[in-house]
């Protein structure tokens, strides 16, 4: 199985390797080699990455000195193990030839952004903290020391965790995936191992019998033994590509390729690289060689095993999650975001903001405030929360000014036609105050209250409703309403799951693009463990644009504070209220002063924080 990264690691072709493979099989020997290699053959200046500065040590300790004292070759270049030299220590490994070992933390951005390094040998790349001090990404800080070299080479390894999250897989997904193809020992069909063909016997009590575990062909149909499965993996050192195959998707001759579909007759050469069917020239470049392999390619762990430790994680997600990450070295991803894009896509329809179709019975906003402009969305609700993206505008500018604001009232202002000719107006709109211009947003929302034009706050706290039951006061006590966060994208990923026009159906306008829709699927459902409980929560990948996203939440959360009197039958066609600042916020009762009234301040409007409409 390590023979075909092995290979990559010495390829002139190739500049990354990347390892997505499960825990305890090929990923630190792979490093190991890769060290020696450039130390003994081709003398360079190495870089070892590990999480930490002490696991960095450890691994001094407990890997990198046995290889050096136990290989033969090794040994004879690099001084003694107890001789106190400056050149053999917890951190550096000098050898005569040469060549440098510098052994550090991805913790440490000191030791990160220091002398040129021509490999950069990454190991346990998920386990990196976000960012080095305050120098940024780990693993792009080391790799910037490669910079001055034509040759420089970066080797990553690590099993996976969660999608959207994991380091090595977004490098995987970025490189040529490779997968190991194995042949069927009754039909010859080369293929890869999936979790989903392995098939094991109930007894007459419906006990699960893993001792039977086999894996089904996909050609064929045959049940390999335990004993076929380990031959055919180990027949795969025979193949000139040790049974390594790219299968990463790719367009020529004006059609689209998917490899990893290929039957045996596909067109790989004699190297793994996919080729175009028609031209046969290859379709996807080998620079970035990414190598991904389960337990079931195991010599080392039998298919029971692997089976008995699937069925002690099933009926548990925590458990599963880490028999999915360690064992399949697949990435983890909690099914409330598991949402197709391209069916999205596929989705839109012709319509816009002057023929909007006559299901939308209310118009809502969604607001997003960043540094350098506005980013708003319009959606139509109709019965059963069904809704129609009306269209989403992106106000350039410096939010501190009033130009962005100005031409954001104009949007909120401004009818909207149906295709049965009624007029529309946007009955509700939230504004996100949690960024740089809070005030701004205050300043903005308090005189069109009435207008029911809200400041609001994430809230991303577990059980929290998407709209309040009252409103929240800031620090210079202005009306902002703490909007549920995970909640409301609970609500909308559900939503996106609704294959059928109705209760809950998503549309999209014609004019929303791939990017839009990029960003919003960028959230991505983790679990975490806070005092002591795992709770579910909504956090977006670092580097990703989520504003879609967030203007959908907040167009929804507008759609929770419409008051309960506005009929789901009915067109909202009348103008704006009039402009009416927000009120002071309930404040508790104070105590009355002897023989005198007591006089309480006016509760905030309740009509507009009441739930429980029939189109929601």
Same mark, same amino acid.
């Given at each position: 199985m390590a023979l075909g990264p092995t290979a990559a690691v010495t390829d002139p072709r190739v500049r990354f390797v990347s390892v997505m493979a499960p825990t305890q099989e090929f990923k630190t020997e792979l490093i190991n080699n890769a060290a020696g290699y450039y130390a003994h053959q081709d003398a360079s200046p190495i870089l070892l990455v590990l999480p930490t500065v002490n696991l960095a040590e450890s691994y001094t300790k407990d890997r990198l000195d046995p290889l050096v004292d136990e290989t033969p070759a090794l040994a004879a270049i690099a001084p003694p193990k107890k001789s106190r030299s400056p050149d053999r220590t917890l951190d550096r490994l000098a050898f005569e030839t040469g060549a440098v070992i510098d052994i550090v933390g991805a913790n440490s951005p000191t030791d990160l952004a220091s002398r040129p390094k021509r490999i950069v040998l990454a190991d346990e790349i998920d386990k990196y903290p976000p960012s080095a001090g305050k120098e940024g990404d780990p693993l792009a800080l080391a790799e910037e020391r490669q910079s001055t070299f034509w040759n420089a080479k970066s080797i990553r390894a690590c099993s996976p965790t969660q999608k959207g999250f994991s380091r090595i897989g977004r490098e995987y997904e970025m490189s040529d995936q490779r997968r190991l193809f194995v042949k069927c020992p009754h039909c010859d069909e080369a293929q890869p191992l999936t979790f989903d063909r392995v098939r094991w016997d109930k007894d007459e009590n419906g006990q699960h019998l893993p001792e039977t575990a086999g894996v089904v062909c996909r050609g064929c149909g045959t049940i390999w033994t335990e004993t076929e499965r380990r031959k055919a993996i180990q027949a795969v050192a025979l193949e000139p590509d040790f049974g390594w195959r790219q299968t990463k998707p790719f367009r020529c001759c004006g059609e689209d390729h998917k490899p990893l579909n290929w039957t045996d007759g596909g067109h790989w050469n004699e190297h793994g690289e996919a080729c175009c069917p028609k031209c046969s020239k290859p379709g996807v470049p080998v620079r970035h060689a990414g190598f991904n392999a389960s337990k079931l390619y195991s010599l080392t762990q039998s298919l029971e095993q692997t089976v008995r430790k699937f069925l002690s994680s099933k009926d548990d997600l925590s458990l599963l999650q880490v028999f999915t990450n360690t064992q399949l070295a697949e990435l983890w991803e909690e099914s409330g975001t598991a949402v197709d894009p391209e069916s999205l896509l596929a989705r839109r329809e012709a319509y816009g903001p002057d023929n909007i179709p006559s299901g939308a019975l209310v118009l809502t906003a969604g607001v997003d405030v960043q540094d350098n402009r506005l980013e708003c969305e319009i959606v139509g609700w109709g019965a059963g929360r069904e809704n129609w993206g009306v269209e989403y505008h992106v106000i350039h500018g410096d939010p501190s000014q009033d130009q962005v604001w100005h031409e954001l009232d104009q949007i909120l202002l401004r009818s909207y036609r149906r295709d049965d000719g009624a007029l529309m107006r946007i009955q509700a709109a939230c504004i996100d105050s949690g960024g740089h211009h809070t005030e701004r947003v205050y300043a903005f929302t308090k005189p069109r209250f009435g207008r029911r034009v809200y400041a609001i706050k994430g809230d991303g706290g577990p059980a929290k409703p998407i709209w309040p039951k009252r409103a929240s006061k800031s620090k210079t006590r202005q009306v902002l309403f703490m909007v549920g966060?995970?909640?409301?994208?609970?609500?909308?990923?559900?939503?996106?799951? +609704?294959?059928?026009?109705?209760?809950?159906?998503?549309?999209? *306008?014609?004019?929303?693009? #791939? !990017?839009?829709?990029?960003?919003?699927?960028?959230?991505?459902?983790?679990?975490?463990?806070?005092?002591?409980?795992?709770?579910?929560?909504?956090?977006?990948?670092?580097?990703?644009?989520?504003?879609?996203?967030?203007?959908?939440?907040?167009?929804?959360?507008?759609?929770?504070?419409?008051?309960?009197?506005?009929?789901?039958?009915? +067109?909202?066609?009348?103008?704006?209220?009039?402009?009416?600042? *927000?009120?002071?916020?309930? #404040? !508790?009762?104070?105590?009355?002063?002897?023989?005198?009234?007591?006089?309480r301040k006016s509760r905030p409007r309740r009509g507009l924080n009441t739930t429980g409409r029939s189109w929601l």
């Open positions: 966060t995970n909640a409301a994208s609970d609500q909308i990923y559900g939503d996106l799951r +609704v294959k059928r026009p109705g209760a809950g159906y998503c549309h999209f *306008a014609a004019d929303y693009d #791939q !990017a839009w829709f990029t960003q919003l699927l960028a959230e991505r459902l983790v679990r975490k463990r806070v005092n002591g409980q795992d709770v579910r929560v909504y956090e977006c990948p670092k580097g990703t644009r989520n504003e879609a996203h967030d203007c959908r939440r907040y167009a929804l959360a507008a759609l929770h504070a419409l008051p309960r009197q506005l009929p789901p039958g009915s +067109v909202p066609v009348s103008e704006p209220q009039p402009t009416q600042e *927000a009120p002071e916020v309930e #404040q !508790a009762p104070q105590p009355a002063p002897a023989k005198a009234p007591v006089k």
